[in-house]
């Protein structure tokens, strides 16, 4: 609670408020709900929070009811030792919140690790989507930066670094997601998750629980999905290239595809303008069809 209270305290004003809370498996998941109208889910990836939905999900909410929250284990949500914030489990709470929620075929916008768990949510726990955006997704192997690759092998030796030196290589980290210097502010939003003993154990516990496992285990799939699915994808992604975008593309039947110039992998960020457009023009076309779900 108390690390919860600091984390809060270290928003910006412009911060999503996240001023519920769902229980899922006895842990605390933070969410927010804004607008009316037809539901929409926008789900972060790593190592972001709902945060980076915060330019976008006030617009968004001028035509839809718009659903956002934290990932386990991520932002405002629970963070605590030998917890599982895989991606092995994400999509059991994506579909336990839409539950919850009581929403049914929602459109979906989902980023990186966002993406991965809209698929899984999906593909193995059968929920259904009006629509599917998605923003450069882990999805199709391999994928997995050579500074993941080496904090898996050497999780205690990072975990146990000074707090400044651990500041500075999240930093480093989250600016390689950009093509373009964050501000200070911008970093801070970013990057306070992370910070303090339980949140530096938290950033180096979600990097050693990435395990392409779970997304191989739905690629074969990608033909299975029947509702409409745009991917937009940053021309200088240097997490994930965007070769890999093309190739999720022509897995997906009908799928539509937009290289975004000017933008690295958080393209909320660098080009969120981009997001906005694609929810308009994607959104308002989807409203002359119905997600048929996933055949049996």
Known sequence: MMDTSRRLQQLSDGALPLAQTFDFDGQSVRYGV????????????????????????????????????????YGLSEQRADQDVSLGVQNRLLAALLKHWRIEQPDVVAHDFGGATALRAALLDRCEYRSLLLIDPVAVAPWGSPFVRHVRAHEAAFAGVPAYIHEAMVNAYLQGAVSRTLAADILRIHSSPWTGEVGQAAFYRQITQMDQRYTDEVQPRYGELRCPVSILWGEEDQWIPVDRGLELSAMIPGARFTRVAGSGHLMQEDVPEAIVAELMEFMLQGEQHQCLGIHA
């Open 34 to 73: 804004m607008g009316a109208g037809k539901p929409m889910v926008l789900i972060h990836g790593t190592p972001f929070s709902s945060q980076v939905w915060r330019r976008i999900a006030p617009i968004a909410a001028r035509f839809r009811q718009v659903f956002y929250f934290d990932l386990l284990g």
